[in-house]
Structure formats: C-alpha cells, structure tokens
C-alpha cells in the first residue's frame, strides 16, 4: 500500500527564518513519482515540483530547496529566509509511474506554515 | 489558457437531491481525476480516468459516479448527497507522466 505522512500539521516561524517541511513515504514500486503542492488561502493547489525515483539529485528553486532521500524514503522540503507570502498549506504526493496504480495520487494530510512578521 | 474549470464552484444543496459538477479541460490530458479535502484528512481521490470510457475507482468512491464519454470532460455525479458528502471537490487533469493541473475547486455543503 501507498502512505504518505507528514508528521508537522502546523508550523508557524517568523519571517526570515527558514523552515523544513517533513515528508516521508511508504510505496511497493520501484518506480514512482513525489510532488509537492502549495495551498495558499485562496484554496487553489499549486504544483512546486516532481521528483522521480530515479533521481535523488537535490533541487534549489530560489528560496525553496527539496532534498530526496531515497534510503529513508523522505522528501523535505524546506524554505530559505520565509516571507509572509509563503503562509498556506503544503502538501507532499506520491504517484507510481507504472501500472494500475499510476492514476492514482497519494496525497499527505498537509503542514499549515504561518510565517509571521 | 490553459486550464481545468469546474462548475459550478459553489453549491448548497439537500440531503437527496441529485447533482452533477461539471469538469472540464482544454489541454488534451489523458488522465483526470477527482479529490475530496476534508480538514485533518488533506486530500483524497475519488476516482479517476485514464483516457475516455476507462475510469476506476480511488480511495473513497462510495456515494459517487464519474463517466468520461469525451476526453475533455470528467463530470462527477452524486446520486443521492448526504452531509457527509459536503466537502471541497477538486478536479485535475495531467498528461501521461506528468504533474496534476488543478481546477479551482467546488465548495459543496450538503444540508
């Protein structure tokens, strides 16, 4: 079975602090896609990245880096010097890239970030 | 633009009465879907279809249908709601290998 746990519900930090989001997954296959949404307020989900099973090379996106740990089945992701605008929920998913399972994505129950000023 | 529209986005409706949200995409995406968010429970899905006449079932699809006739649209079909069922809907569509793009969402509260 597919399980994706993210153990923080709620975090709140003060603006420019940096702050880790915890995702840590459990899956069968071998082969598989990690993604990460942002919610913000307005309720719209956001897609920040995807990652593949074959690719634990970590990624820096301006303030947001993801660092993909194969060996311990996680895929944090933390923010760098956080802004107010950086408030909303953030959810981790898991997805196989093949067979009967590929249609269906796994998501974690979310971590709400407040960043304060 | 590129988008997933849903209709209608918000809803309150009775215990019973039958409903449809509508979901539509104009990108050509083989795969669409349906998620229910529910607080402390994040997101869920419904169901889901890999191209048009092929659906199946996702984690909670009970008290829920879905036909795909077309490939640009995946409408979600409650037969008879229950309050348990209020919930905010989300459709999305991706292309074979890729990331979900998500609908704005319906807000549904069943009474």
């Known amino acids: 079975a597919q399980k994706v746990t993210q153990a923080q519900t709620e975090i709140s930090v003060v603006e420019k602090e940096d702050v880790t989001l915890d995702c840590v997954y459990e899956?069968?296959?071998?082969?598989?896609?990690l993604f990460w949404y942002k919610q913000p307020p307005s309720g719209e989900l956001v897609f920040l990245i995807r990652r593949n099973s074959f690719d634990e090379q970590n990624e820096i996106s301006g303030r947001y880096s993801w660092n993909f740990q194969k060996s311990t089945s996680s895929f944090n992701f933390t923010i760098t010097a956080s802004q107010v605008v950086d408030s909303a929920v953030y959810f981790c998913a898991l997805r196989a890239l093949y067979g009967g399972s590929q249609g269906n994505l796994i998501f974690g129950k979310g971590t709400k970030l407040s960043v304060k000023p | 633009e590129a988008q997933v529209t849903q209709n209608p986005r918000y809803l309150i409706t009775v215990t019973g009465k039958k409903l449809t949200v509508t979901c539509s995409q104009n990108m050509n995406h083989e795969y669409m879907s349906w998620y229910r968010q529910d607080p402390g429970l994040g997101l869920r899905q419904i169901y889901y279809?890999?191209?048009?006449?092929?659906?199946d079932k996702g984690d909670v699809p009970e008290g829920y249908k879905v036909s795909r006739k077309e490939k640009r649209n995946f409408p979600l079909i409650l037969e008879s709601p229950s309050p348990n069922q209020t919930s905010l809907y989300f459709c999305?569509?991706?292309?074979?290998?890729?990331?979900?793009?998500f609908g704005p969402g319906t807000r549904l509260t069943v009474l």
């Open positions: 279809s890999m191209n048009v006449e092929v659906t």
């Open positions: 899956t069968r296959d071998t082969t598989y896609y």
């Open positions: 999305a569509s991706r292309p074979a290998g890729n990331e979900q793009f």
